[in-house]
């Protein structure tokens, strides 16, 4: 039986060529980590310039799952609880949480996103779409078909 995890190369490709193809690839993996970090801070100071990058993380799940249990986000989030519990602590002064006593297990925190917190990041949400929108939009209809294509390839690869 063959190994469905082998790695098939193509026929005829040179290896010095694939390598030196591959370190590029890395090279604009590293820019848009560093780009995606620099975005983070830069909407989290949009929403409040005290919010910390973490803080913005914290705001980005709730916004996905709605009110969670400290710990559980702590876990998700792979901080530890006195961090996370920092965080959740500097996010209530901001104005941008409230915890409250989880109904479903009284020693548990429940922390939920303020109604002015889920505006702010609604907002910021719909600028970044806009930016890359626009930065898409510059693009032919066939590029963004591919890049899209050659994403999903990459997702369907990752462990």
């Known amino acids: 039986m063959a190994d469905p995890f082998a790695i098939v190369k193509p026929a005829g490709v040179d290896d010095a060529v694939m390598g030196a193809l591959i ?94 917190a889920r505006e702010r990041f609604n907002a910021n949400l719909a600028d970044a779409r806009r930016v890359l929108h626009d930065k898409l939009a510059e693009w032919e209809p066939g590029e963004v078909r591919r890049f899209t294509g050659l994403l999903a390839k990459l997702n369907e690869s990752a462990l």
């Open 23 to 116: 370190d590029d690839v890395e090279q604009q993996f590293a820019m848009m980590f560093v780009n995606a970090r620099n975005s983070i801070r830069a909407r989290a100071a949009a929403i409040d310039p005290e919010l910390p990058p973490l803080g913005f993380k914290v705001l980005t799940v709730l916004s996905r799952s709605g009110p969670r249990q400290q710990g559980c986000l702590a876990e998700d989030m792979e901080v530890d609880k006195a961090m996370m519990s920092r965080t959740i602590k500097q996010l209530e002064v901001l104005g941008l949480v409230v915890r409250s006593i989880d109904p479903r297990d009284g020693r548990a925190l429940l922390v939920a996103m303020t109604d002015e």
